[in-house]
Every structure is written in structure tokens, then in C-alpha cells.
């Protein structure tokens, strides 16, 4: 494992081209100049400037969408086998720059080294994953019916946009795009205007791994100008969107006039329930986890505790302990656990829940503070002493911060649980397996997981109920979603046709 100074270095090599050319929009193949010239991308880890990027605007977004309609029929009749082929390419040009995608996100975001490495190979497995589906993904089902065969067929929908935010950019990019290029869609990809260092990496990958001119491009800019365009667009048929809850509201009424599919992974508030008969040292770890790891900017985050009071004492004296023990730093140091957060709005809006939490009249247990005036870094929070009801409980802070809230009976813990706008993700800790079932049966979430952490398998259905989110993603989900079903009806004989008009 390579040292901070040794990253520092290799960083300085990756980032020289930015610094000299900037970051180009990329469409149909060609670096193209933002319509509306270009803004400034800083580094939360010192605030100094890194690069600038092209502004795009409507104009731009039209201009790639209208790449993206023109490739869309090349992508989409190409054998599926070199499809696959292409895809595959594309996993080992992440691979093979893994270490540039890494350094490159921790710089731009804050993410620690620690955990973009293995995201940057978790964006190679995304696109491995779906260049295995691409041959299936066309395949459709057979109905018999008394009169007719019946024949079900897919067709990649159109070109799609895919619109990301800052939390782990490049891993959540591929995640969209993966799928939208095995589905034999084109797309137009918006990513955060926070964090556009990897989204420029991808689609040179993209290319270089021989992918059409204009099957992927990407237009830099804000959600209000490209963003909203892109919602708009008659070209682009579907978007794709991760990002806040209240944005994900405005994507659905942009896209009303066109009538757009829209796929939505919105906020969470996640809750983690602790009962006493779990393993503790286990559930320790994993609410640990769940919540500090990642900058705690992770939609899926364990964010609300919920400890059984019998052991809520206990449970939190260890958690403080180790809460206060995690390494805040630089975010290239491989032994750092926490780096800075995104941005400077990002870091206010965070550290304005500690007065919050005051004001509400919980106690801070651990962290609270922030760390140097360099960058937007933080101490890991840890309220205690707090109700479901306070803001610190309902409220996506989206930061290392946590709130634990103690219960005295199953019913009260669920009805705690479910009491919330969100519904992406819940954790179950309990060794009582009839509990388990019912408790899993009864909280409203997208996704569960009992007795451990989150643990993505790509094959299984990822997104969240109410404010979290509308859709899935992951093995045929995502084909429903970036696909349009078509059904086929072939007489089998001389049925019966109803006659009008004859006598
Ligand atoms: P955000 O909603 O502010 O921005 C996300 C993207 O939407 C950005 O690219 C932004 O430019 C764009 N955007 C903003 N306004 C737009 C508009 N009017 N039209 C079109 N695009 C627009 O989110 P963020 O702050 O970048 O990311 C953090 C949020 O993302 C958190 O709420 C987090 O929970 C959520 N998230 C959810 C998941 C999930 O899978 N459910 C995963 C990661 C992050």
C-alpha cells in the first residue's frame, strides 16, 4: 500500500492535464467548449483550485442528445456479443486505471483512499456484471393462449440521461451507465458539478475501450442549466437519477411535458435496530461502519440507532469510545478513515445540525467539532439522549453523524422505524429469527439486511419506498427500467373474429 507522499505524487502527475486543458464537455466523440464557458472545480481537502470545466448549458445538453439519437441505432443493432465485448474492454480500462480513478475522486470529493480504491473496482465489476447480461437482456417469454402465441420482446428504449451526484461519483456512474450500454441504449450523462474529475476519466475509458462515437457523452454544468435540460430534451427518453429527495421531485416535473421515464434513488434516513439478544461486538462494528465509513455521505448510511434500553448504556459507552477513536485526515492517507467533506455548503449545512441538536435538547456524546480551517473537515458525531422526533432524527444530515435513539419493546422500535418520509434501507440485529421475519416484514424500506452491513450483490433489487425513491436497479430491474416491453400476438388459427356490419 502506497504511502501519502507516494500519493501525493501520483496525484500531482494525474491532475497536471486537468490543470493545463481543464475538463472539455465530451460529445459525439469530440472535447467541446461549454456553451456558457466554464466554472471552477476547488479540492475540499485544502480549497484550492483544481481545475476548470466546461459550463454547459441547454445548448449543450441538445447538442449531445442529439449524438446520442444519432448513435442510438449503430449501439443498438450491434451483435450482442461485441456489445459485450466493448463493455468487458471498458472493465479493464478501469481496472487498469483504478489507481488515477481513485486518487483523482479522494481529491475531488474528500473520499478517503481507503474506500475509493475498492469503489473504483467496484465500477469495473458494474460494467463486468452487465456485459455478461447483454445477451440475455433482449430475451422475452412465450404466452400460449387458446387462440394465439403470444411472444414478449425487449428494445432498449431510446437514449437515456443518466444524472448523478458527488457521493461516490464514479462508482454510482457506472452503476447507471453499465446497464444503460447492455441494454443497447446511448446515453447523455450529467454529473455532479461538485465532482467532475471521474465522469471524464469513464468516457475516455469508454472510447478507448472502442464504444461509438456518441453512445456515451458527457455535459458539465449545474442541475438548473444541464440538469434541467436534459429532463426536458424530446430526444432522451428516460433519466436515470441519483441524488436528493426534493431534486428527484423536480426531475418527474421537468420531464412531465415529454412524458419521461424516470427512475428515482433519492435521500435516506436509515435506521439500524439494535436489539439485546444480538451479537453486540458485531452490531458494534457494523453501525460503525454503516455510518463513519465513506464520510457518512452514503445514502445508504445506518444513520438513526435505535438500542434497546436494557443495553443502550453499554452500546453507547463502547460506540463513543470508538467513535472517538476513528482517524480523521488526509483523505490520500491510506490509514485515514474520515476525509473532508464535499463542499463548503455541504460542511455549513452539516455542522449546522450540531447547534441543532442542542437547540432540540440531545446531547453530543462524541465529535460536534471541526478539524482545522484547511479544508471542510469534521469530527464523527455521535448524538445520544435524542427522540424520533427531533430534526436529527428525521433529517438526511448526510455527513459522519449519528443519532441513537433508545426503545423499550419491539412494537415501539418499529413504530420508530417506519416514522420517517424516507424508506431506502433498515438493519435488523437481533438473534430471535421469528423477530427477524416479522419485524423484516412489517419496516418499510426498499432494502434490508439482518445481522449484518450492507453487502451489495448486483444481482438483487436496489432502491428505496416512499421519499427514497421510485425503481430499481440491478440484475433485470435495470433492464425493465432502460428496455420497453413489447408484446406480439400470432394467431395460431381460424379463430372467431366478432363481425360488425355483416349481415
Ligand atoms: P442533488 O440532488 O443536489 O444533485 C444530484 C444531481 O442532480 C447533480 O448532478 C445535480 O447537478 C443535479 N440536479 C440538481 N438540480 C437539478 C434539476 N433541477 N434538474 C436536473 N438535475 C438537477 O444531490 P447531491 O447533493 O449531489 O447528492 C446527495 C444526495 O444523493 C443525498 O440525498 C443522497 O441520499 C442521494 N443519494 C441517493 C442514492 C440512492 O441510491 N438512493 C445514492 C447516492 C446518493
Same mark, same amino acid.
Given at each position: 500500500?502506497?504511502?501519502?507522499?507516494?500519493?501525493?505524487?501520483?496525484?500531482?502527475?494525474?491532475?497536471?492535464?486537468?490543470?493545463?486543458?481543464?475538463?472539455?464537455?465530451?460529445? !459525439?466523440?469530440?472535447?467541446?467548449?461549454?456553451?456558457?464557458?466554464? %466554472?471552477?472545480?476547488?479540492?475540499?481537502?485544502?480549497?484550492?483550485?483544481?481545475?476548470?470545466? $466546461?459550463?454547459?448549458?441547454?445548448?449543450? @445538453?441538445?447538442?449531445?442528445?442529439? !449524438?446520442?439519437?444519432? $448513435?442510438? $441505432?449503430?449501439?443498438?443493432?450491434?451483435?450482442?456479443?461485441?456489445?459485450?465485448?466493448?463493455?468487458?474492454?471498458?472493465?479493464?480500462?478501469?481496472?487498469?486505471?483504478?489507481? =488515477?480513478?481513485?486518487?483523482?475522486?479522494?481529491?475531488?470529493?474528500?473520499?478517503?483512499?481507503?474506500?475509493?480504491?475498492?469503489?473504483?473496482?467496484?465500477?469495473?465489476?458494474?460494467?463486468?456484471? %452487465? #456485459?455478461?447480461?447483454?445477451?440475455?437482456?433482449?430475451?422475452?417469454?412465450?404466452?400460449?393462449?387458446?387462440?394465439?402465441?403470444?411472444?414478449?420482446?425487449?428494445?432498449?428504449?431510446?437514449?437515456?440521461?443518466?444524472?448523478? +451526484?458527488?457521493?461516490? &461519483?464514479?462508482?454510482?456512474?457506472?452503476?447507471?451507465?453499465?446497464? $444503460?450500454?447492455?441494454?443497447?441504449?446511448?446515453?447523455?450523462?450529467? &454529473?455532479?458539478?461538485?465532482? +467532475?474529475?471521474?465522469?471524464?476519466?469513464?468516457?475516455?475509458?469508454?472510447?478507448?475501450?472502442?464504444?461509438?462515437?456518441?453512445?456515451?457523452?458527457?455535459?458539465?454544468?449545474?442541475?438548473?442549466? !444541464?440538469?434541467?435540460?436534459?429532463?426536458?430534451?424530446?430526444?432522451?427518453?428516460?433519466?436515470?437519477?441519483?441524488? =436528493?429527495?426534493?431534486?428527484?421531485?423536480?426531475?418527474?416535473?421537468?420531464?412531465?411535458?415529454?412524458?419521461?421515464?424516470?427512475?428515482?434513488?433519492?435521500?435516506?434516513?436509515?435506521?439500524?435496530?439494535?436489539?439485546?439478544?444480538?451479537?453486540?461486538?458485531?452490531?458494534?462494528?457494523?453501525?460503525?461502519?454503516?455510518?463513519?465509513?465513506?464520510?457518512?455521505?452514503?445514502?445508504?448510511?445506518?444513520?438513526?440507532?435505535?438500542?434497546?434500553?436494557?443495553?443502550?448504556?453499554?452500546?453507547?459507552?463502547?460506540?463513543?469510545?470508538?467513535?472517538?477513536?476513528?482517524?480523521?485526515?488526509?483523505?490520500?492517507?491510506?490509514?485515514?478513515?474520515?476525509?473532508?467533506?464535499?463542499?463548503?455548503?455541504?460542511?455549513?449545512?452539516?455542522?449546522?445540525?450540531?447547534? @441543532?441538536?442542542?437547540?432540540?435538547? !440531545? *446531547?453530543?456524546?462524541?465529535?460536534?467539532?471541526?478539524?482545522?480551517? =484547511?479544508?471542510?473537515? /469534521?469530527? &464523527? *458525531?455521535? %448524538?445520544?439522549?435524542?427522540?424520533?422526533?427531533?430534526?436529527? #432524527?428525521?433529517?438526511? /444530515?448526510?455527513?459522519?453523524?449519528?443519532?441513537?435513539? +433508545?426503545?423499550?419493546?419491539?412494537?415501539?422500535?418499529?413504530?420508530?422505524?417506519?416514522?420517517?418520509?424516507?424508506?431506502?434501507?433498515?438493519?435488523?440485529?437481533?438473534?430471535?429469527?421469528?423477530?427477524?421475519?416479522?419485524?423484516?416484514?412489517?419496516?418499510?424500506?426498499?432494502?434490508?439486511?439482518?445481522?449484518?452491513?450492507?453487502?451489495?450483490?448486483? &444481482?438483487? +433489487?436496489?432502491?428505496?419506498?416512499?421519499?427514497?425513491?421510485?425503481?430499481?436497479?440491478?440484475?433485470?430491474?435495470?433492464?425493465?427500467?432502460?428496455?420497453?416491453?413489447?408484446?406480439?400476438?400470432? #394467431?395460431?388459427?381460424?379463430?372467431?373474429?366478432?363481425?360488425?356490419?355483416?349481415?
Amino acid at each position: 500500500m502506497s504511502t501519502l507522499n507516494e500519493n501525493i505524487t501520483k496525484l500531482d502527475g494525474f491532475l497536471e492535464r486537468f490543470r493545463d486543458g481543464g475538463i472539455m464537455n465530451r460529445i !459525439a466523440g469530440q472535447d467541446v467548449f461549454g456553451a456558457d464557458g466554464v %466554472f471552477q472545480n476547488t479540492s475540499p481537502v485544502d480549497k484550492s483550485y483544481i481545475c476548470d470545466v $466546461a459550463h454547459g448549458t441547454a445548448a449543450d @445538453i441538445d447538442a449531445a442528445a442529439n !449524438a446520442a439519437s444519432d $448513435a442510438f $441505432a449503430e449501439w443498438r443493432d450491434m451483435p450482442a456479443l461485441q456489445r459485450k465485448k466493448i463493455l468487458i474492454k471498458i472493465a479493464e480500462g478501469i481496472e487498469a486505471r483504478a489507481e =488515477e480513478i481513485a486518487l483523482c475522486e479522494c481529491w475531488d470529493t474528500g473520499q478517503t483512499y481507503k474506500f475509493m480504491s475498492k469503489a473504483a473496482l467496484r465500477g469495473a465489476e458494474n460494467f463486468r456484471y %452487465f #456485459a455478461d447480461q447483454v445477451v440475455q437482456a433482449r430475451d422475452g417469454q412465450q404466452l400460449q393462449s387458446p387462440t394465439l402465441m403470444n411472444v414478449t420482446t425487449r428494445k432498449p428504449i431510446g437514449p437515456v440521461g443518466v444524472i448523478t +451526484p458527488w457521493n461516490t &461519483p464514479f462508482m454510482l456512474s457506472t452503476w447507471k451507465i453499465a446497464p $444503460a450500454l447492455a441494454a443497447g441504449c446511448t446515453v447523455v450523462h450529467k &454529473p455532479a458539478e461538485a465532482s +467532475p474529475l471521474t465522469a471524464r476519466l469513464l468516457v475516455e475509458i469508454a472510447e478507448a475501450a472502442g464504444l461509438p462515437p456518441g453512445v456515451l457523452n458527457t455535459v458539465n454544468g449545474f442541475g438548473e442549466g !444541464a440538469g434541467k435540460a436534459l429532463c426536458e430534451h424530446p430526444k432522451i427518453k428516460a433519466i436515470a437519477f441519483v441524488g =436528493e429527495s426534493a431534486t428527484g421531485s423536480l426531475i418527474t416535473k421537468q420531464g412531465a411535458d415529454t412524458l419521461k421515464r424516470n427512475h428515482l434513488e433519492l435521500g435516506g434516513k436509515n435506521p439500524v435496530i439494535v436489539f439485546d439478544d444480538a451479537d453486540l461486538d458485531r452490531a458494534l462494528d457494523a453501525v460503525i461502519f454503516m455510518i463513519y465509513s465513506i464520510n457518512g455521505e452514503r445514502c445508504t448510511s445506518s444513520s438513526r440507532l435505535l438500542v434497546q434500553d436494557t443495553i443502550r448504556e453499554e452500546f453507547e459507552a463502547k460506540l463513543i469510545a470508538r467513535v472517538n477513536n476513528i482517524k480523521v485526515g488526509h483523505p490520500l492517507d491510506p490509514k485515514t478513515e474520515i476525509g473532508p467533506l464535499v463542499t463548503e455548503e455541504h460542511f455549513n449545512k452539516v455542522t449546522s445540525y450540531f447547534e @441543532i441538536a442542542k437547540e432540540d435538547g !440531545a *446531547t453530543i456524546a462524541a465529535g460536534g467539532v471541526t478539524v482545522g480551517d =484547511e479544508g471542510y473537515f /469534521i469530527r &464523527p *458525531t455521535l %448524538f445520544t439522549n435524542a427522540t424520533n422526533q427531533m430534526r436529527i #432524527a428525521q433529517e438526511e /444530515i448526510f455527513g459522519p453523524v449519528l443519532t441513537s435513539i +433508545p426503545f423499550r419493546t419491539e412494537e415501539e422500535a418499529l413504530e420508530m422505524a417506519n416514522d420517517i418520509d424516507y424508506g431506502l434501507t433498515g438493519y435488523v440485529w437481533t438473534n430471535d429469527l421469528t423477530r427477524a421475519l416479522r419485524f423484516t416484514e412489517a419496516l418499510e424500506a426498499g432494502m434490508i439486511w439482518v445481522n449484518s452491513e450492507n453487502v451489495r450483490h448486483l &444481482p438483487t +433489487p436496489f432502491g428505496g419506498v416512499k421519499a427514497s425513491g421510485i425503481g430499481r436497479d440491478g440484475g433485470d430491474w435495470s433492464f425493465e427500467f432502460y428496455m420497453e416491453q413489447k408484446h406480439i400476438g400470432f #394467431a395460431t388459427g381460424q379463430h372467431k373474429i366478432t363481425k360488425l356490419g355483416a349481415l
